[in-house]
Structure formats: C-alpha cells, structure tokens
C-alpha cells in the first residue's frame, strides 16, 4: 500500500512570507496527524483531524497556523506569516482510526525561513 | 513540554553488540510507543506496550516497561549497521485520543 504522500519536501521562505505545505494520507485512514520537528527534538503535535473534524489543535499557533482537510482526505497545513523559529521539518502522519494506535508518517517537508 | 525524555542523547557502539535506550515520562499514560527515524526521513513505529504490561519482544528489539518508575527501555540485540537512526519514545495519555507526546531522542550509531 501506498505511505503518507508529502509534498514540498524542501522549501526555503523568507520571514513573513506565507508558505502551505500538502498532506495525503494512506488511503482508508479517519485520522491525520500534522507534528513540527524541530532540528534536535522530536516531534510535537500541531494537530489532529478526525475525518474532516479537528479533534485536537491545542498546540497549534492560531495566530499564524492554519489546517484544513476538507473532504476528510488530503489536507493542507499554512503558515502566514512566517517567522524564523518556524524553522522546522513538518511531519504529516496518518493512523486507521483515533482508536488505532499505529501512525504512519510520511518523509516530512523541511522548512528554512531567512 | 515533552512528555518523554531519552538517555542516552547519543550511543555509539560496534556491529553485533546490543544496545540500550531509556525513556522516562512525567504522567500516567494509557500506552508507550518506540518509533525509529533514519535521517532526513519520517518515523517508523517499531512497538507497542501497554500500560498492563511490563515486556514484550519483536525481532530483535525487546522493551520493557516500569509504570511505577515511569520509565521505560528499548533494547536492540545484535545491531546492524541498518539500525543507524534516532530512536523516540512516545506516550499516549489516554485511550482513543491517540494524541503521542515525544521524547526528545536517543541518536544510536552503529559502526560497522
């Protein structure tokens, strides 16, 4: 079966530049994880989709982060505007269900901002 | 912040010999996952206990898991130059929220 597709995998921005990156799923699964990595720690949700529901954005900067997944499939992660310490690989993962504990993730985009 | 913290940050070892990491988490938690990253890639998952168990093997890999302590251990035997990657606990505080706070890593190299 096909992983967690992502793309960019790279992309360098400038601070308060805006900058989405895209998401899709392992076919079949309920649940999409966004988590930010940044360089020398693990990684930390953003947020949490149920279908197309937000179940979990705790996490998330809402001033400058925004999440969308509308048709309860792909799903899209901004950024406006963004600012140096989003500096970060941004991971996109995916799991059956929220009661299936197993997340797939997929390779990540890395983003530099100058 | 995190919920889980690896020790070592960082092990070197030869081809062949085990290795071990440690985790140790700051609440109680419903499950605790190992996941693998190779550099420049996603996470693998690697396994899962629960909080009902205290070992379980796959493999090569062997965990084990102390909820009094709050701590828990990944242990690989016979390292391959392949196990080269870091290594994150992650825990899930609770069932069917399925929300993983991670630790913040053990880097294993494993020289050839």
């Known amino acids: 079966e096909a992983g967690v597709a992502q793309s960019p995998r790279y992309k360098i921005i400038e601070k308060r530049q805006s900058v989405a990156f895209w998401c899709n799923p392992i076919s079949g699964h309920a649940t999409l994880y966004w988590y930010q990595q940044i360089l020398g720690q693990g990684p930390k949700l953003l947020i949490q989709f149920q279908n197309n529901g937000v179940v979990d954005d705790s996490q998330l900067p809402k001033d400058r982060f925004s999440a969308e997944r509308l048709k309860g499939v792909d799903s899209t992660l901004k950024i406006q505007p963004a600012k140096l310490e989003d500096s970060a690989v941004y991971l996109c993962a995916s799991s059956l269900g929220r009661e299936s504990e197993t997340q797939y993730f997929g390779p990540g985009t890395r983003l530099l901002v100058l | 912040s995190q919920q889980g913290e690896e020790d070592p940050q960082a092990l070197s070892i030869q081809e062949g010999e085990n290795a071990t990491m440690n985790c140790s988490y700051k609440?109680?938690?419903?499950?605790l996952q190992w996941y693998r990253q190779n550099s420049g890639r996603g996470l693998v998952h690697l396994i899962l206990?629960?909080?009902?168990?205290r070992e379980k093997h796959s493999g090569r890999l062997r965990v084990t898991l102390d909820t009094s302590k709050k701590s828990s251990s990944l242990l690989i035997t016979a390292s391959r130059a392949a196990d080269t990657a870091s290594y994150f606990c992650?825990?899930?505080?609770?069932?069917?929220?399925?929300?993983?706070?991670f630790g913040t890593g053990t880097r294993l190299t494993v020289i050839p």
């Open positions: 206990i629960r909080s009902n168990e």
């Open positions: 609440t109680s938690i419903n499950n």
């Open positions: 992650a825990t899930d505080a609770w069932a069917g929220a399925n929300n993983l706070f």
